[in-house]
């Protein structure tokens, strides 16, 4: 999980998960690759395409691909030097459960998350 800094416009301060945009002639698997690197200075493997959807920010319409990715080489550290970009203000390993305050707030990557593999909860809970 990462947070959003503080000034960002659309979700700020939220805990959420890693995301990039596409950039034009850039497949999927090279996206990942480049976001991971650019976010969290790490090398991930692309894995299956896990969910789709969009929604409506208030300048323009967010279209987001879910992507599984596991973590190949370097331990992620915020935020990097790339600048243009949205750079994270921490990480932390986290669960489902861990993404509802952000879906609530309107976080697309963590609503398809949820609707993808729906959050276990604790027993009692």
């Known amino acids: 999980m990462v ?3 503080d000034d960002d416009p659309d979700l700020p301060g939220v805990w959420g998960l890693p995301a990039g945009r596409i950039r ?3 497949g999927r698997r090279n996206s990942v690759q480049r976001i991971g ?9 692309p894995g299956a395409l896990l969910n789709h959807g969009r929604t409506r920010r208030r300048e323009y319409h967010l279209e987001m691909e879910l992507v599984d990715a596991r973590l190949m080489e370097g331990k992620p550290m915020v935020p990097q030097g790339h ?6 203000t921490e990480w932390r390993w986290g669960c489902g459960v861990d993404l ?11 609503r398809l998350f949820l609707e993808a ?8 809970g």
Not at 37 to 45: M, S
Not at 118 to 123: E, F, H, I, N, Y
């Open 37 to 45: 690197l650019e976010k969290l200075g790490v090398g991930v493997e």
């Open 3 to 5: 947070r959003r800094p």
């Open 117 to 124: 593999e729906p959050p276990s909860r604790p027993a009692g």
């Open 83 to 88: 600048h243009g970009i949205t750079q994270y």
């Open 24 to 26: 034009e002639g850039e």
């Open 100 to 110: 509802e305050p952000a879906a609530a707030l309107g976080s697309l990557c963590c």
